[in-house]
Structure formats: structure tokens, C-alpha cells
């Protein structure tokens, strides 16, 4: 568990390297199309930098606003819901995260936040109304595995990052096709044609990047949070038993967004039948999840 807690905050270092240098290739090839010239790669600079720390500090509360989550709640507002969490708090010696609620009929959840001691669990109105105590348990310890393992901290960081490089590179494209340079000086011309192919790539490869990364951090994540749910809870039929809800209702939340999607226990945007969506799905199929509790049972 302590390795997989290094190599998540080795990964968020190496994500946010990447970020920068993507953003600062942006930037550089920005000002070679303008009359920018190395200001568009101290702009790229700054905007990297601001960013990060934004991702860094800020990303959960963009998550939860993403999702229409409320709250945070307190006891006394609903005490079935803070006691469950706060029982498996003290199981797992995990501090109390802030509890919002989703108003949506969907069987889903998510964590994000920086690291335990700033963390903040979701669930969906559907999800409390749906499932059984112990299987909201499991639920919830899913996603307090999340939290203890720091999966949230590289997890929360994506959704802020890889957003941008799409936003700076759609906007650099634009940019470029409705006014770069115009100067036509020899090889001038070359060499804008050279950049601006750099750029479509840029801009296509950008987006890819981004999904690639996301699946990356997300499938086998999601196995081990399922296994250290279970062994909080000691029932891994609990959380079995929510998942199957989950794939025989395939329903999509109403507020689902590429950005969050990969923070859910399960796709937002329901169960994908054809090979494309499974392919490039942020979560393992349930059918697997599944087989693999009822293995530790």
C-alpha cells in the first residue's frame, strides 16, 4: 500500500513535468506563428506554473462544482449517510472527509481532493436510495481506499491539466488561421507551413494524450481500490452486490463530463455495449470488477 502511495505522488510529479513541457512547446510555437516571438513562451511559462498550483489546491473544488455536488453536509442533516463514512473513517484511521450529495437518480460516486487531510467523497441521491446499508458501505470504502491511497491527488490534478492543453491548443489553432505572421520573407513561408503542421498535431495528439492518460491512471486503480474497499469492509459481496445495480441499471448521470468522468466508481455515462467504448472506457467493464471481489470472498 505505502508503494502504491509513492508511485502515485511520483506519477502526479511527472504528470505536471509533462504538463509543462506540452505547455511550453505550445507556447514556443505560438510565438514563431505570431509576433510574439519568446513571450508567447514566457505567457506559456506562466500559464503552466498558475495552473499546476490551481490543480493542485483547486481541482476538487472544480470536480464538485462540474457534478452539481452539495454541501458539505453535516450530521445532522443526514446522519445515516456521516455515520458510514465517519465508522469507516476510524476503521481505516482515515480523517473525516467533506460529504456532498449529487441530486441524481444515478447509482454513482467519486473522491478527489489533495491527500487525506483534504478530501472530499460525492454520492448520488441515487446511490443512498438504492443500495442496501452494506452496499453503500462498500461504496464508500471504495472510495475512502482512493483517498488513503492518493489515487485522488494524481486523479484530481488531470481533470485541470489536460483540460488546458486542449483549451491552449484549440486556441492556438484559431489563432494561427485568423492571424499569424505575414511576413514572406525567404523560407518565411516554409516555415509557417512547417509550425502550423506542428500545431494540427499538436492539437489532435493534445486530446489524445489526455485520454490516454486518463485510462492509464484509472483501470487498474479502480481494481485496487475495489480490493482495499473490501478489506475495509471485510464483505467484498457488498460492494459486488452495488456494482451489479449499477450495470443492470446503465444509467447515465445527468450532469457527466469528460473532464470527471475517470474520479466515478463507474462511467457516468453509462455501460458502453460496442468495442470503441470499452475501449477507450476510464473504467475497467463491471462484469470483471465483479469476478474479481467474488475471487476474495
Known amino acids: 500500500m505505502y508503494n502504491q502511495i509513492d508511485s502515485n505522488k511520483r506519477k502526479t510529479i511527472i504528470l505536471v513535468v509533462i504538463f509543462t513541457l506540452v505547455i511550453l512547446l505550445v507556447g514556443w510555437t505560438f510565438g514563431q506563428l505570431t509576433e510574439a516571438g519568446y513571450s508567447g513562451l514566457a505567457l506559456a511559462a506562466m500559464i503552466s506554473i498558475v495552473m499546476a498550483l490551481f490543480s493542485y489546491f483547486g481541482g476538487d473544488k472544480v470536480a464538485l462544482l462540474t457534478a452539481g455536488a452539495k454541501g458539505p453536509i453535516t450530521e445532522e442533516e443526514n446522519k445515516y449517510v456521516y455515520h458510514l463514512v465517519e465508522n469507516l473513517c476510524l476503521t481505516g484511521g482515515l480523517p473525516m472527509p467533506k460529504i456532498y ?67 491552449l491548443s484549440d486556441w492556438f489553432l484559431r489563432f494561427r488561421l485568423f492571424g499569424g505572421k505575414s511576413d514572406n520573407n525567404k523560407g518565411g513561408g516554409q516555415l509557417q507551413l512547417i509550425l502550423l503542421v506542428a500545431g494540427i498535431v499538436l492539437l489532435i495528439i493534445s486530446p489524445l494524450i489526455g485520454e490516454l492518460i486518463k485510462l492509464a491512471i484509472s483501470r487498474k486503480r ?33 450532469r457527466a463530463n469528460n473532464a470527471t468522468a475517470h474520479l466515478y466508481i463507474a462511467n457516468p455515462f453509462g455501460g458502453g455495449r460496442h468495442l470503441l467504448s470499452k475501449l477507450f472506457a476510464t473504467h475497467p467493464p463491471v462484469e470483471e470488477r465483479i469476478a474479481a471481489l467474488r475471487k476474495m470472498a
Open 101 to 167: 450529495l449529487i441530486n441524481d437518480p444515478a447509482i454513482n460516486a467519486f473522491a478527489c481532493g489533495r491527500n487525506p487531510k483534504h478530501a472530499s467523497i460525492a454520492l448520488t441521491a441515487g446511490a443512498i436510495e438504492k443500495l442496501k446499508n452494506e452496499e453503500l458501505e462498500g461504496v464508500i470504502a471504495h472510495e475512502l481506499s482512493h483517498i488513503k491511497n492518493y489515487d485522488i491527488l494524481l486523479m484530481t490534478v488531470v481533470i485541470v491539466l489536460i483540460g488546458i492543453i486542449a483549451l
Open 222 to 254: 479502480e481494481f485496487l481500490a475495489d480490493a482495499a474497499g473490501s478489506l475495509l469492509t471485510r464483505y467484498p459481496e457488498g460492494l459486488a452486490l452495488a456494482l451489479e445495480k449499477i450495470g443492470q441499471e446503465n444509467r447515465p448521470l445527468n
